[in-house]
C-alpha cells in the first residue's frame, strides 16, 4: 500500500456498499485522475449524441433506454406513441421501448447511427478497466462484472466480487485492471469507509 486509509477516505469520499462484499477492492491514485475525466468527457458526448438520435426521430431527448455491461444505447421513448417515426417499431419485450425498424431504409440508418455512438462512446467504465470473471455458480456459469463508483470530484473506486486469481475451477481470467492506475485496497478499508459514511 502506498497511501493510508485516512489518505483512501479523504480521496474516495462517500461509500455505499452493495448488498454482498465484493472479493478486490481497488482505488485510483492521482495517475487514474485523467482517465476518469476522459471518461466522464465521453458520458458526456455519449449523452448528448443518443439526445439527437432521439430528437431525429420524434423522440423524448431524455429517455433513451441503455443496457448491458457497457453502457449501450438500445431504444428510445417517442414523444408521442400514436405518432411514431417509421424508422422505429415497438420493441416486443420492452414496454414503452421504441428499437429501429430494420425492415425500413431509415431505420437501417438509424441503427447504424447507434452502433457508432456506442463504438466510439459507449463505456461504462475509465480506461484500465476491462472484461469479467466467470465463475462456477449454481446452476451453470455466471458472469461476474466489476462495479465502480465513480465520481467527478473523487478517485475511481473499483470492486469485483470473485478473485481472478483464485484457481479454482470455472474462473476465465477475462478481467483486466491495470495496476499503475488503480492500487488494490483491503475489503476491510471498504467496510470502514461504508460503517463511517452510514454513522454520520
Known amino acids: 500500500m502506498t497511501r493510508t486509509y485516512e489518505e483512501i477516505r479523504e ?108 463504438r466510439e462512446l459507449g463505456r461504462k467504465f475509465p480506461k484500465g478497466i476491462e472484461g469479467s470473471v466467470i465463475i462456477e455458480a449454481p446452476g451453470g456459469l455466471r458472469n461476474c462484472f466489476p462495479t465502480a463508483q465513480i465520481m467527478r470530484d473523487r478517485h475511481v473506486v473499483v470492486a469485483i466480487g470473485a478473485d481472478p486469481a483464485d484457481g479454482r475451477p470455472g474462473f476465465d481470467g477475462k478481467f483486466h485492471i491495470d495496476t499503475d492506475l488503480y492500487e488494490p485496497i483491503p475489503v476491510s478499508w471498504l467496510v470502514r469507509l461504508s460503517e463511517e459514511n452510514s454513522n454520520g
Do not use: H
Open 11 to 118: 480521496q474516495v469520499g462517500t461509500i455505499s456498499l452493495g448488498r454482498t462484499l465484493p472479493a478486490l477492492v481497488w482505488v485510483g491514485n492521482d495517475k487514474s485522475l485523467k482517465a476518469r475525466d476522459e471518461w466522464f468527457e465521453q458520458r458526456d458526448e455519449f449523452k448528448k449524441r443518443c439526445a439527437n438520435l432521439a430528437e431525429n426521430v420524434g423522440c423524448d431527448p431524455d429517455k433513451f433506454w441503455t443496457n448491458g455491461p457497457e453502457k449501450q444505447l438500445i431504444g428510445f421513448t417517442p414523444l408521442d406513441p400514436d405518432n411514431v417515426d417509421k424508422a422505429l417499431r415497438p420493441d416486443a419485450n420492452t414496454l414503452g421501448m421504441w428499437v429501429p425498424n430494420r425492415r425500413t431504409k431509415l431505420g437501417k440508418y438509424l441503427a447504424k447511427c447507434m452502433d457508432d455512438v456506442n
